[in-house]
C-alpha cells in the first residue's frame, strides 16, 4: 500500500527505493536498517521523519533476489515489491520505483549496502535549509572502486560538463534525495534512454550536496556495471545532457572544410612557385583517410541522437511494471 499522508506541519514521510539486481544476500540487512527508521525520528537539525515505505524494484537479476524480497514483504509491513516485466537496467528500475512512491520525499539507495541509511536525516536537513528538491551524497572518503575506475569516472564526468553546457555531473550519486512530487514527475515524463539524474536537471534546479561516508560494497559481490554498462551510462549521460554533441559535429565539418581550403591554396601555390609534375602522394591518401574517418563519426554521433529521437517517437516504454510472477499465470505451474 502506498505511503501514508503526513498532515501539514508533521513529520516528513520517506519513500526509499532500491533498485534490486542481484541482492540475495545483502538485502535483508539493507531492508534491516531501514526498517529502524520505520518509526518517528528527529532529524540532526530537529525535522521529525519517518521511513513509510521501501520499494524494493525487481530489475530481473541473475539470482533468487524475487524470494528474498517476498520474504522482506512478509517480515516487513512497510515493504513492497515492485515487479519489472525484464531487465531494464538501475535507472530504469529506479525510476519505476519513483512512480510508484507515494512518500513526501524519495530516497534512492543501491541494493549492496554501500549507502548508510544513517545520512537521510541530514541530507533531509540540507534540502530544508537551502530549500532545495534534490540532494545528493558527497562521500568524504575515497569510492570503494580501483583507482583506473574512479580517474575514467572523474574524466568522463568533466567530458559530459563541457557536452552538456551546464549539468554539473560531479555531484551525481545514485545516493539522493528527491521531493516526492518532482521525483514522481520525472518518472511519469522521462522518456527511454534517459539518464536518470540528466532528467532531474531539466525540471528540479541546482541540487545541493551532504557529506557522508561510503562503506566497502558487500562481501562477496561483484559489480554490476561491465566497462561496457560504464560506456553505455556515459554516453546515454552525452545523449540526454542536451544537443551540443550535434554542435560539435556542426563545428568539426567547418574545421576539415577550413583545412581542406588551406591545403588546396597550399598546392595551388606551390604548383605555381616550383612546377613539379603531379605524383601520388602518401600524404594525399592520409588526409583522405582522416576526412572519411570524420564524417563517418559525425553520422555516428547522429544517428545516435535520431535514435534517441526515434524510440520516444515510438512509444518504446522506459519500463513496464507487471505483478509478481508467482502470483499470475505464470506461477501456476504443474505439480510434479
Known amino acids: 500500500m502506498p505511503a501514508d499522508v503526513a498532515p501539514p506541519g508533521g ?10 539486481y542481484q541482492a540475495e544476500r545483502h538485502l535483508p540487512s539493507v531492508v534491516a536498517e531501514l526498517a529502524a ?48 516485466s525484464r531487465n531494464f537496467g538501475q535507472h530504469a528500475a ?9 512518500g513526501d520525499w524519495i530516497v534512492t539507495l543501491d541494493e549492496d549496502g554501500q549507502h548508510d541509511p544513517a545520512y537521510i536525516g541530514a541530507m533531509l536537513d540540507v534540502a530544508l535549509a537551502e530549500q532545495v528538491s534534490v540532494v545528493y551524497a558527497r562521500p ?24 552538456s553546457g551546464g549539468a554539473d555531473t560531479s555531484v551525481f550519486h545514485s545516493y539522493r534525495l528527491i521531493l516526492g512530487e518532482v521525483g514522481r514527475s520525472v518518472a511519469a515524463y522521462a522518456g527511454s534512454g534517459v539518464y536518470l539524474d540528466i532528467a532531474l536537471g531539466w525540471v528540479a534546479g541546482p541540487p545541493a550536496t551532504a ?76 588526409v583522405t583517410l582522416i576526412c572519411t574517418g570524420a564524417i563517418l563519426f559525425s553520422l555516428g554521433v547522429i544517428a545516435e541522437y535520431v535514435g534517441v529521437a526515434v524510440n520516444m517517437a515510438m512509444g518504446k516504454p522506459l519500463y513496464l511494471i507487471t505483478q509478481d510472477p508467482a502470483e ?9
Open 328 to 336: 499470475g499465470p505464470l506461477g501456476r505451474r504443474p505439480r510434479p
Open 211 to 286: 557529506p557522508v561516508v561510503s562503506r566497502a560494497e558487500g562481501e562477496g559481490r561483484r559489480s554490476g556495471y561491465s566497462t561496457r554498462t560504464l560506456l553505455s551510462h556515459f554516453w546515454r549521460m552525452v545523449l540526454t545532457g542536451g544537443t551540443r554533441g550535434l554542435r560539435l559535429v556542426s563545428g568539426l565539418g567547418i574545421a576539415f572544410a577550413v583545412l581542406g581550403f588551406l591545403l588546396a591554396v597550399f598546392i595551388v601555390i606551390r604548383q605555381l612557385v616550383h612546377p613539379a609534375p603531379v605524383a601520388g602522394w602518401t600524404s594525399l591518401a592520409v
Open 140 to 163: 568524504t572518503n575515497s569510492a570503494p572502486h580501483g583507482a583506473v575506475r574512479n580517474a575514467a569516472s572523474r574524466g568522463a564526468k568533466r567530458v559530459v560538463n563541457v557536452l
Open 37 to 84: 527508521l520505520n518509526r518517528s525520528t528527529v532529524s540532526p537539525a530537529g525535522a521529525p521523519f519517518r521511513v513509510a515505505e521501501v520499494l524494493l524494484v525487481h530489475d530481473c537479476g541473475p539470482d533468487d533476489s524475487a524470494r528474498v524480497i517476498r520474504e522482506m514483504e512478509q517480515e516487513h509491513a512497510f515493504a513492497r515489491g515492485i515487479w519489472l
Open 11 to 20: 513529520e516528513h514521510l520517506v519513500s526509499v527505493v532500491i533498485p534490486v
Open 94 to 102: 529506479t525510476l519505476a520505483g519513483m512512480a510508484s512512491a507515494g
